[in-house]
């Protein structure tokens, strides 16, 4: 069956950092009669929901909701939390992406720039803020693009000791990170942090989540022009009353209900150590089969491992051969494009999945 007749009862498990696998129980969730957003039903449902997105993101504020990708919350941190000048820090594909929101929008901004494969670093960003007045810092957490994890606790420290440092808005993409690695919202002093479903969460995409600080929420409030979709002063508006200021995908809210109960039934301390153990087993396979690693020595990724094409393989082959075995990687991101690789072990993946799949790609070498 080609790729472009295939039926849609057939399943390629994705080992690609986004969308990620779902699993059917999460998927059949989404099937319950649909109700209307402004009945008790839906506010019942988002109540239960924000209780649960609080544990998640270890944090005792809110956590908005919205039908977005993660790129919408990267908007709405900008335009809610600056008013004079924002940091980005630029070290992946993702990273530059906030660099365009923030100028797409129109706030003044400079750029602290790492090459890719390198962490953002908390020297790096205290020496920055020592030179310039900003109000806000924008910061991805894991680099989707180069696999890459940042110490967004030593960086938010930097920030705090900084002159002025109080005051600025410290903003987390967290897309391929959250519930996969560490990140506590509350004891790390951010502000905004970020995420959507169809990464470590294992959820259909669709949404977009944030924790929002009530100093963030202060910072909108004097901030004129917000937009009106990612408004922090209308969407708390409507979170007291458990609901959201237009139509959620209430679809998806069934399946990230379920899906929470599921993460926080496994712990989630078990789940980020499930992820690390899946990220090891990838670096040492990737070893054995004489390749390296693009991410720096230290900062690897719990939930995408980057693989440099030391070898010279066909990518794009190998995806043909594993896609015949129901698996697809992805090739590099952008202009990494057929120089590494990488392979996703995020969400609901277990070790045996991905021992499937390492042992597909080795089949592949030894043709």
């Known amino acids: ?46 109540g239960r929901i924000q209780g ?10 809110r956590v908005y909701v919205n ?40 706030k003044a901004n400079a750029v602290l720039e790492f090459d890719w494969g390198r962490p953002v670093t908390p020297e790096a960003v205290s020496g920055r803020l020592q ?70 969460f294992a ?20 901030i004129p022009d917000r937009g009106y979709y990612f408004d922090f002063l209308l969407l708390e508006k409507y979170l007291e009353r458990n609901q959201t200021p237009a139509t959620p995908a209430i679809s998806l809210m069934y399946a990230l209900d379920r899906q929470l109960d599921d993460m926080l039934a496994e712990g989630m301390e078990n789940r980020f150590q ?15 089969h004489d390749f390296t690693l693009f991410a720096a020595k230290g900062y690897e990724s719990p939930t995408v491992t980057c693989i440099n094409n030391d070898r010279g393989i066909d990518i794009g082959a190998l995806n043909q051969y594993l896609r015949s075995r129901d698996m697809i990687i992805s090739n590099g991101y952008g202009p990494l494009k057929g120089k590494n690789f990488r392979i996703a072990h995020m969400g609901d993946i277990q070790m045996e999945d991905l021992n499937e799949l390492l042992d597909a790609i080795e089949a592949f070498l030894l043709k």
């Open 203 to 222: 959820l259909p995409a669709g949404l977009a989540l944030a924790a929002v600080s009530d100093r963030a929420l202060q910072r909108a409030s004097e």
């Open 67 to 106: 039908a977005s990708s993660g790129t919408g919350m990267q908007e709405a941190a900008v335009r809610n939390c600056s008013r004079k000048r924002v940091l980005n820090c630029v070290n992946g594909a993702f990273a530059d992406r906030w660099r365009e929101v923030t100028e797409g929008n129109g």
């Open 131 to 200: 030179n310039d007045e900003f109000d806000a810092i924008t910061v991805v957490h894991n680099e989707t693009s180069t696999g890459v994890t940042s110490p967004i606790r030593e960086i938010a420290q930097a920030v705090r000791s900084a002159p002025g440092g109080k005051e600025i808005m410290i903003l987390v993409d967290s897309v391929s990170g959250l519930s996969g690695a560490p990140l506590e919202f509350d004891a790390w002093d951010l502000d905004v942090a970020l995420t959507s479903s169809q990464k470590a």
């Open 1 to 46: 069956m080609s790729d472009s007749t295939r039926s849609s009862d057939r399943h390629i498990k994705l080992f690609i950092p986004g969308p990620t696998e779902v699993r059917r129980e999460i998927l059949d969730a989404q099937t319950q009669w649909m109700i209307g957003h402004r009945m008790p039903e839906s506010a019942e449902l988002f």
């Open 274 to 288: 499930r992820h690390l153990a899946m990220r090891d087993r990838t670096i040492a396979w990737s070893a054995d």
């Open 52 to 61: 649960k997105l609080r544990q998640i993101f270890a944090t005792e504020q």
